[in-house]
């Protein structure tokens, strides 16, 4: 492979240069991986050309991304999926970097975080109330949240006279409906000229505090509603790196999600009648119309919808313009205290919100899904309708308009960078050696871009063993069967431990979690559901004799480095449910397209979440260990090289004597 120049930043200070002065002021070490994503990053902001960086855990990618954004001459954004990560850049990255290069000539080192509007706390809803189902503003919550409520309102006063950011993060401990009592959606925000507090307010007082840095640092969510959904949210800039970049596609589909339910309507309906006037009772017509609704939801079974019902398209149409009469039924002019107008806006707000959810819905464009969530207990069904796929308005309405740079320790799937760059708006790649890919050239709507893998500093084939377990039975749809079981009983006792246990459902981590505590009752076994994760997590770092079972947020959120964890359980490949509305509906429109809608969509979701479980392994230079996979697919089906191949380089066996002779010798040591 040619040697990477190093590129040079505009007021003539080498990027490498730059980083070597931050590791050693950080006390690290010089990595060649970081220096080579350094150097790459600076020249792709240079030259306006899109990158994907594959930088294996242990790296130092925050370096090698921070400081060419602090050196290019125009502002950054560096977009992240996890709040763990954001808070790693804020709370202990980016102050330290600062310190480390704040007199390097030229070096712009403002900074500043952005979130969306409901991750602030509001002084108004705080001070003046909260709006009830009547409009009526309740100034002094009651019932069970009252405490924390009263709680969190104290605390947002003190972060006014400490001059705090008044963030979600930073409160007191409380759940998503407390949080609701103290914050407001953009919907329902009065802006800054109107509201009586909005001098102080902790939203716009982000996005001051981001128009004078040069640095932003922001979630995928934002950054789509921004660019994708073109709602401004994020002042100006040039560059957007974008970290954890192989959850964006999964992000951005989130945010632009939306759902509808007839409670929804009907309590969007219950404030506006006290706002509304005009002809007839146009609240109440909508109200009549989520009964509608309502029962159109009763005669569709739950799923994916397509066709949609004559009955359910009926109902949205009537929800959609009883709403659209409601919205112009609120008076221009509310003429009253700023209180009164907080409920108004409020009302209105909810009913637009109606309006615009179920207008998308009526419309059945071919470029959405829409289907009918179950219901179950207390929560009645929900209709919720996502994009069929996001590349296009990515490459649109952002890749066109920005430099990208996209960087993750999992984008090479399969050994390539085409699925992953595919997903993103960009065009598959032509090879160049084993590490670097680029855009045809002979395609004139390809986007100009570049793939490097700057590989890990962890010696994946000396340090773990991918185990796979060819001989038991192929998973079957009732969960884990005995065969599993006693393998995962085995596998935990000759380690006498330290195992994380990745399971594709609750029920099959709890069903594992029973076996072990029944048959190794010597072992403390946790399983997720049992406390909060970060209680769960502190439980198994402490104690070397402890399982973790757990789901999809042990897969990719917990960082365990040591020999707390040396052995990673995957219980079966983790593909997509076959009655999954969306990811169906995108493996039928890749069929349909004359593609491969299996490989495009099902395996692909499994390589990147396969990678990102085996990764929780391997998390320093002096981790031991094993991955075992207990599904015999990964070694006897014909995609299995593709998904093994998307996972770090282990050495790979199938020999159960083998592993349990390396586990005991683990556990000795």
């Known amino acids: 492979m040619p040697e990477t120049a190093t590129a040079a930043s505009p007021v003539g200070t080498p990027v490498t240069d ?12 010089q990595r060649d991986g970081q220096v080579q994503m350094a150097s790459e990053v600076a020249e792709a902001m240079s030259e306006g050309r899109h990158l994907l960086v594959q930088a294996g855990t242990g790296t130092g990618k925050s370096l090698g991304y921070l400081v060419p954004a602090m050196l290019h001459d125009k502002r950054v954004v560096v977009a992240t999926a996890t709040l763990a990560l954001q808070h790693q850049l804020v709370e202990r990255d980016l102050p330290r970097l600062v310190e480390a290069v704040k007199h390097v000539r030229g070096v712009d080192t403002s900074y500043a975080v952005l979130k969306g509007r409901s991750n602030y706390a509001c002084l108004h809803r705080i001070r003046a109330g909260v709006p009830d189902d009547q409009g009526t503003l309740v100034d002094v919550p009651t019932g069970s949240m ?77 950054l789509a509603i921004d660019a994708i959904e073109e709602v401004p949210m994020i002042p100006d800039y040039d560059t957007v790196v974008i970290d954890e970049a192989h959850e964006l596609v999964q992000r951005v589909t989130q945010a632009a999600t939306d759902e509808l339910g007839a409670s929804d309507i009907e309590r969007a309906a219950r404030r506006a009648g006290r706002w509304t006037d005009g002809d007839g009772d146009p609240a109440g017509d909508l109200e009549d119309a989520a009964a509608q609704l309502a029962e159109a939801f009763e005669a569709t079974p739950p799923g994916r919808i397509d066709p949609m019902s004559t009955q359910l398209a009926d109902a949205l149409v009537l929800v959609r313009d009883a709403a659209r009469a409601c919205v112009s039924a609120f008076p221009r002019e509310s003429g009253g205290e700023a209180e009164g107008d907080a409920g108004r806006t409020q009302a209105k707000g909810m009913v637009q919100e109606v309006f615009v959810n179920a207008e998308r819905m009526a419309a059945g464009s071919d470029r959405d899904v829409l289907w009918l969530g179950e219901a179950r207990d207390r929560f009645p069904a929900r209709l919720h309708v996502a994009p069929l796929q996001v590349w296009g308005p990515m490459r649109d309405k952002l890749l066109t308009e920005k430099t990208v740079v996209f960087t993750s320790a999992t984008l090479m799937l399969g050994g390539e960078f085409g699925a992953v760059a595919t997903s993103l708006g960009l065009k598959p790649t032509e090879r160049i050696g084993s590490q670097i890919a680029t855009a045809k050239d002979d395609d004139e709507t390809a986007l100009p871009w570049k793939g490097l893998d700057v590989g890990s500093p962890f010696d994946y084939g000396q340090q773990s063993i991918l185990y796979v377990a060819r001989h038991l039975p192929q998973p079957g749809r009732d969960g884990l069967g005995q065969a599993q079981l006693d393998e995962i009983c085995d596998l935990v006792d000759s380690l006498d431990g330290r195992t994380l246990g990745l399971f594709s459902s609750r029920r099959a981590a709890e069903t594992a979690a029973e076996a072990v505590r029944t048959r190794l009752p010597h072992l403390t076994t946790l399983a997720q559901g049992d406390a909060q994760l970060p209680e769960l997590a502190k439980q198994f770092v402490e104690d070397p004799h402890t399982c973790l079972f757990g789901t999809l947020s042990l897969w990719q959120g917990l960082d365990v480095p040591g020999d707390t964890c040396q052995l990673v359980i995957i219980d079966r490949i983790p593909f997509p449910r076959p009655d999954d509305p969306l990811m169906s509906a995108r493996a039928k429109a890749a069929d349909d397209r004359g593609g491969n809608g299996f490989m495009e969509v099902s395996a692909t979701h499994a390589a990147l979440l396969l990678a990102q479980g085996a990764g929780r392994l391997i998390r320093t230079t002096s981790d031991r260990g094993i991955v075992a996979v207990l599904d015999p697919r990964l070694e006897t089906a014909r995609y299995g090289r593709f998904l093994k191949a998307s996972l770090p380089p282990m050495w790979s066996t199938t020999d159960p004597a083998l592993v349990r002779q390396a586990l005991k010798r683990l556990g000795q040591a």
């Not at 730059?18 to 070490?29: E, M, N, P, R």
């Not at 949080?179 to 925000?189: A, D, G, I, L």
């Open 18 to 29: 730059v980083l070597a002065q931050a590791v050693s002021a950080l006390g690290g070490q």
């Open 146 to 222: 009252a405490e924390k409520v009263l709680e969190l309102r104290a605390w947002a006063e003190e972060e006014t006279e400490a001059g705090g950011s008044g963030e979600r993060d930073n409160a007191p401990r409380h759940t998503d409906r407390e949080w609701r009592q103290v914050s407001v959606n953009h919907r329902e925000c009065l802006g800054a000229a109107k509201c009586p507090f909005g001098a102080e307010c902790f939203a716009e007082l982000a996005k001051e505090r981001a128009q004078r840095s040069h640095l932003i640092v922001t979630n995928h969510s934002l």
